[in-house]
């Protein structure tokens, strides 16, 4: 009933037999979604008794049993195999021996297949070439030409082959969505607009085109029109993943993280091999302290790739937030490992403090030993005023933290906030948080100057510091 798909034929027989029953959801890559699946019908008795009762008549009527169809379709490769082994015998007979028969274009397009399928992308796209001087629209070549663009990373190398299909055949709307993903990857955007708006002129439901919209729309900064392209894209084909995934990283944008971890979890159910987007929704259950889930992701997403940086700090700072502080300098300095980051590094002291057996000394001589590395000082950048000294002036006091929302530092910081004395102190909070919550709209009420830094560089940062005269 559930099989591990594999390279070998043990593996390939159990994904073709069930996806060809219509059970597919009960195929998986993973060992360990293969023991979730298991555990998950072993537990549902009412499902496996439906699943049982059904199972012989879906196999009745699935291509399993199409013994009559099945034999068709061996007959038609036995009829092919013979006119081709007759024609290579009558060109034989008629051609001279230095003379070669010109290859039809399916035989070109199949070649090109097989050396895509090899690794040879140079290859397959010189014969894609080759059908394209004589058909601009060729789809079959162009789609192929168009996808060993991405792999060599040079998508603009399909662009004038795209150019010269669509003037070729204007009414097709895969060759206008096609030119609109290459230029939109060399950040032709206009231009990309001009060709995605075109194919929804001529096919209103290809979803995958509202994606690529909205994906443009999210980067210009217009979340209403991204979130309505994505919202279509998802009605037009709910198994879009990308589109699925796009929506919730969007909801996760706008603060709705609810919405955000379910759509997120849909577009992985789809497509379960995306290390980023399982890291993402690890970030997500962290955010909303849903510790052991968000762990679950993290090493998810390290088995996905396990030289996936970002998943190794995510999982430290997840363990971290569950004591598991042994197990959280591991993953620190792993991630150092595949890439050294001050952040990184940061972290890695934060976590020294939950451990026995750091003195108050010697942490702070490795505070200092990171700020000497990393922080040897910010070059002014414009010309502020120096602070006043004047005895009895009120000081500009300020708290910096990604943690003005639902999360413990927030918690403790609230009351001081409000108890500091506003005749001696102003109070200022610079917010890294990068998002709200109701916690944070709690703290802007309260009497201090409010500054979101999120999107600021180090630089800017520290010229509103001394704008503010902290």
Not at 222 to 231: H, I, W
Not at 381 to 388: I, N, P, Q, V, Y
Request: glycine residues 6%.
């Amino acid at each position: 009933m559930v099989s591990l798909a594999g390279d070998r034929h043990a593996g390939r027989m159990g994904l073709s037999l069930l996806n060809a029953v219509g059970l597919g959801k009960f195929v998986t890559s993973d060992p360990g979604e293969y023991v979730a699946i298991c555990a998950r019908l072993a537990r549902d008795h009412a499902k496996l008794a439906t699943l049982r009762a059904g199972l012989r008549e879906r196999m009745q009527k699935s291509p399993l049993m199409d013994k009559i169809g099945f034999s068709r379709k061996l007959e038609s490769c036995y009829l092919e195999m013979w006119d081709r082994y007759r024609s290579s015998h009558v060109a034989a007979a008629v051609v001279p021996a230095q003379a070669k028969p010109e290859s039809s274009q399916a035989e070109i397009l199949a070649r090109a297949r097989r050396l895509n399928a090899m690794g040879d992308i140079a290859g397959a796209a010189r014969l894609c070439r080759e059908v394209l001087r004589l058909q601009p629209d060729q789809l079959d070549a162009l789609s192929l030409l168009w996808e060993a663009s991405y792999k060599e990373n040079d998508p603009g190398a399909a662009v004038d082959w795209l150019v010269k299909a669509a003037a070729a055949n204007s009414a097709e709307a895969e060759i206008h969505h096609m030119l609109g993903c290459a230029l939109q990857a060399q950040e032709k955007i206009d231009d990309a607009f001009v060709s995605f708006n075109r194919a929804i002129e001529l096919q209103p439901g290809l979803a995958k085109t509202h994606n690529n919209l909205g994906c443009m729309f999210e980067a210009a900064g217009k979340l209403a029109e991204a979130e309505q392209r994505y919202r279509q894209a998802v009605h037009l084909d709910p198994g879009l993943a990308h589109a699925r995934y796009n929506l919730g990283n969007l909801c996760k944008q706008k603060g709705e993280a609810a919405q955000a971890i379910e759509h997120i979890e849909q577009a992985l159910a789809m497509e379960p091999e995306h290390a980023d987007w399982r890291s993402n929704l690890g970030n997500l259950q962290y955010g909303r302290l849903m510790l052991d889930e968000s762990v679950g992701n993290f090493q998810a997403s390290i088995g996905i790739d396990p030289r996936y940086d970002r998943a190794y700090v995510n999982l430290g700072a997840a363990l971290v937030m569950l004591g598991r502080v042994p197990e959280a300098e591991r993953a620190f300095r792993k991630a150092l490992e595949l890439k050294p980051e001050p952040q990184t590094e940061s972290w890695l002291l934060l976590q020294r403090h939950y451990r026995d057996g750091a003195d108050a000394r010697s942490l702070f001589d490795m505070h200092r030993a990171w700020a000497k590395r990393h922080a040897g000082g910010l070059v002014r950048g414009t010309g502020h005023h120096e602070r006043a000294i004047t005895p009895g002036r009120r000081i500009n006091v300020a708290y910096v933290s990604p943690d003005f929302v639902r999360h413990p530092v927030a918690y403790f910081i609230e009351p001081v906030l409000a108890a500091h004395d506003r005749s001696a102190f102003n109070v200022f909070c610079y917010s890294n948080a990068g998002r709200e919550d109701e916690v944070t709209l709690r703290l802007k009420g309260a009497p201090v100057c409010w500054r979101d830094i999120s999107t600021l560089s180090d630089a800017d940062v520290a010229d509103q510091v001394r704008a503010d005269s902290i």
